[in-house]
């Protein structure tokens, strides 16, 4: 596969439940949540081969009949990097999707991942399993690993290799503002088929971490919570990838030191 860059694992998620606030009842909140992805030449993963895909905050949510929730939309492709040794040319690759959250056991509580029907009127070998025998970490006997065929349903599951790339991202025209205990954020991403965008913190400009939700489509404006909003001389700044896997920011941005 030296035609091949980057290797990457996806699955297509959505419906992230959310429940009422404890503290603030009116309101509604992400079930917090984890979901990994593996990759293996048998139906048995390793920690090397078990890699973080999303949280359920990335999520787009399910709508909630009694109240207006931000963030509703159908499901998004998620993806993870992986070694280009891990993918295999010759041999069968098994992939997994899994989460060590308890919460996920319930379809009321848990998101979902895509499928496509079937059709069973054509004969097929089957390639694709459910295991409910596992407890938070994929399996590690291939004997049993294979626990429930699913033959009606094929799950959105899969493997994107990606050519070098000289693609190219620019981000700019970042603004800002607070509106009472929160805080807005805007930029705007140009570049050839941009699939996220994201906002970045920093204490002194060199080391960042997202703070924001990620969006996948213009215009790229982002609500923080009270809690993520910066402290004014910390720094803010806009990210965004393309589906090959190139990703930029923008130049930092400083909240001024009268901005409270």
Not at 116 to 136: F, H, L, M, Y
Not at 240 to 253: Q, S
């Amino acid at each position: 596969m030296g035609e091949f860059s980057h290797a990457y694992i996806g699955a297509k998620i959505g419906r992230a439940k959310t429940r009422p606030n404890p503290n603030k009842p009116w309101q509604r909140e992400i079930i917090p949540g984890k979901i990994y992805m593996g990759i293996s030449q048998t139906a048995a993963f390793t920690a090397q081969q078990s890699f973080f895909l999303a949280e359920t905050r990335d999520l787009p949510l399910e709508p909630a009949l009694d109240t207006q929730i931000e963030g509703v939309g159908a499901g998004e492709w998620f993806w993870a990097e992986v070694p280009m040794a891990q993918v295999s040319s010759s041999r069968p690759n098994y992939l997994i999707i899994w989460s060590p959250t308890d919460a996920f056991v319930k379809t009321s509580s848990s998101p979902v991942l895509a499928a496509a029907a079937v059709d069973d009127g054509q004969p097929r070998e089957t390639r694709a399993w459910n295991n409910r025998s596992i407890t938070g970490v994929p399996p590690r006997n291939p004997g049993t690993a294979l626990e429930t065929p699913i033959n009606s349903i094929s799950p959105a599951l899969a493997i994107k290799l990606v050519p070098p790339s000289s693609s190219e991202i620019s981000v700019s025209e970042f603004l800002f503002e607070r509106t009472g205990k929160k805080c807005l954020a805007r930029f705007s991403a140009w570049g050839e088929n941009i699939d996220a965008a994201w906002v970045e913190h920093s204490r002194d400009g060199l080391d960042w971490e997202r703070v924001s939700r990620v969006l996948r489509r213009q215009p790229f404006d982002f609500t923080l919570p009270a809690d993520r909003c910066p402290a004014p001389g910390d720094y803010l700044r806009g990210a965004a990838r393309d589906v090959l896997g190139t990703t930029a920011a923008g130049d930092p941005f400083q909240i001024p030191y009268g901005a409270q």
